[in-house]
């Protein structure tokens, strides 16, 4: 069963369009997360969402705009997409048991803006 | 502002041959450190979280350790499947539950 899934895997458009990704996990976790990792593999959050509540929301344009329409669900939309939006996009989701946090990664969406 | 700096950049071992990774973090009171394996085309796979300076944790040839300033990933008699990119972050008091990533090391294993 995949714990944290994505859609789609690749995603390859003209700079101007509206896209999204949609995320889903089945861990019944509380936090969610959006990741993008540029071309030299470095990872940044971007979003992270608590019971569907927005708690972080980092300096990114707010072409980005997160969704979370419950618990087990965070989608991205980004409108006039850009050229340095090209990266990978990851979603995850961490819970905290037993004193130990674990944070559970999504296959990735790799954007490609043209 | 919180800090993660991982090192050496890449490394490449023999066989059997083990050595370790390093973690240098500047953090305002940690809450957490994580270390995750990113395998090519793939989401980072959680290994280990780390709480207090001492602290020790072991799974099959990685054992990863925590001091105040510093946490190393130890690899022991690796394999060629070990080869991957091993990144290290921190979750600081300070930075409002945000998770901070450096940018990995590439470690390749010759058979």
């Known amino acids: 069963d995949t714990a944290v899934s994505q859609t789609p895997k690749y995603l390859v458009t003209q700079m101007g369009n509206d896209k999204s990704i949609k995320c889903e996990q089945n861990l019944g976790h509380d936090t969610m997360y959006w990741y993008k990792q540029d071309s030299k593999k470095f990872l940044k959050i971007m979003f992270s969402y608590n019971n569907k509540e927005l708690i972080i929301n980092e300096t990114v344009p707010n072409r980005f705009s997160p969704k979370s329409p419950d618990k087990a669900h965070l989608n991205l939309h980004i409108n006039s997409l850009e050229l340095g939006d090209s990266a990978v996009y990851f979603c995850?989701?961490?819970?905290?048991?037993?004193?130990?946090?674990?944070?559970?990664f999504g296959p990735g969406t790799r954007l490609l803006v043209l | 502002e919180d800090q993660v700096t991982q090192s050496p950049e890449a490394l490449r071992l023999q066989e059997g041959e083990s050595s370790s990774l390093n973690c240098s973090y500047t953090?305002?009171?940690?809450?957490?450190l994580f270390w995750y394996r990113q395998d090519p085309g793939k989401g980072p796979e959680f290994l280990f979280t780390?709480?207090?300076a001492g602290e020790e944790k072991e799974k099959e040839r990685l054992k990863a350790t925590l001091t105040k300033k510093e946490s190393f990933l130890h690899i022991t008699a690796p394999k060629p499947e070990d080869s991957a990119t091993y990144l290290c972050a921190v979750r600081g008091y300070s930075s409002a539950s945000k998770i901070i990533f450096g940018s990995g090391t590439r470690l390749s294993i010759r058979p």
């Open positions: 995850a989701s961490s819970s905290i048991a037993g004193g130990q946090e674990t944070q559970y």
């Open positions: 953090v305002s009171g940690l809450r957490g």
């Open positions: 780390l709480y207090s």
